[in-house]
């Protein structure tokens, strides 16, 4: 298996547009995490996915942030409108088995809304 | 739900010398404790983990301790090496929670 995919690795894009991140996670992991990274506040999960269905989506800051998986090889995280303060790296992680077995990260995509 | 603080936030050491990274964790029934390792650009990468039923494991150069009663647990780099220079993230996990909660991170330096 090649990993967690993720894409766009960058993306650079203006205030008020779209933004669309992809993941494809391992094949046979049933949990699926959105993470964002920022120098201030760190890793933060977003949301995160068992066997497709959304469970905890406590982290997602505001309501133009949206996260879907339409099935187990493919999600999506949208931000629209993107603000400048959206700017970060998003990563995508999957694991079998929350706690017990490893949970493995994507390249991430480094987002900037300029 | 469950919060890691994680010390120090910078550390320097000497080629050769050891590292320690210290965290505590607020949830007394968190039992999975991975650490993460990311290298500039990169993604985190788990290096060890250690389970609520164990007070020790080691691999190689790197171990972790777990202190349950005081809920802290430490991760241990011997006799660093200049690949050894990166971002260490400690996390904690609650068994009915799925989620990992990650420290603030330490950015380890090892000097040559």
């Known amino acids: 298996d090649a990993g967690v995919i993720q894409s766009p690795r960058h993306e650079v894009t203006e205030m008020g547009q779209e933004v669309t991140l992809r993941c494809k996670p391992i094949?046979?992991?049933?949990?699926l995490f959105w993470y964002r990274q920022t120098m201030m506040r760190g890793l933060e999960l977003l949301i995160y996915f068992n066997n497709n269905v959304p469970i905890d989506d406590s982290g997602m800051p505001e309501d133009r942030f949206s996260a879907k998986m339409p099935n187990a090889s493919f999600s999506t995280l949208k931000i629209q409108p993107s603000e400048p303060r959206d700017s970060a790296v998003y990563f995508c992680?999957?694991?079998?088995?929350?706690?017990?077995?490893?949970?493995?990260f994507g390249q991430g995509t480094r987002l900037t809304v300029v | 739900g469950e919060n890691v603080e994680q010390h120090p936030s910078t550390l320097s050491v000497q080629e050769g010398d050891s590292a320690v990274i210290k965290c505590t964790y607020s949830?007394?029934?968190?039992?999975?404790f991975p650490w993460y390792k990311q290298e500039l650009g990169k993604r985190p990468q788990l290096i060890i983990d250690i389970r609520s039923n164990v007070g020790e494991k080691k691999d190689q150069r790197i171990a972790v301790t777990l202190n349950k009663t005081a809920k802290h647990f430490s991760l241990h780099i011997t006799e660093t090496q200049p690949e050894d220079s990166a971002v260490y993230f400690c996390?904690?996990?609650?068994?009915?929670?799925?989620?990992?909660?990650f420290g603030a991170g330490t950015t380890v330096t090892v000097r040559a």
């Open positions: 996390a904690a996990s609650i068994p009915s929670d799925y989620k990992l909660s």
């Open positions: 949830d007394s029934a968190s039992n999975y």
């Open positions: 094949s046979g992991h049933d949990y």
């Open positions: 992680a999957s694991t079998s088995v929350p706690g017990v077995t490893e949970a493995f």
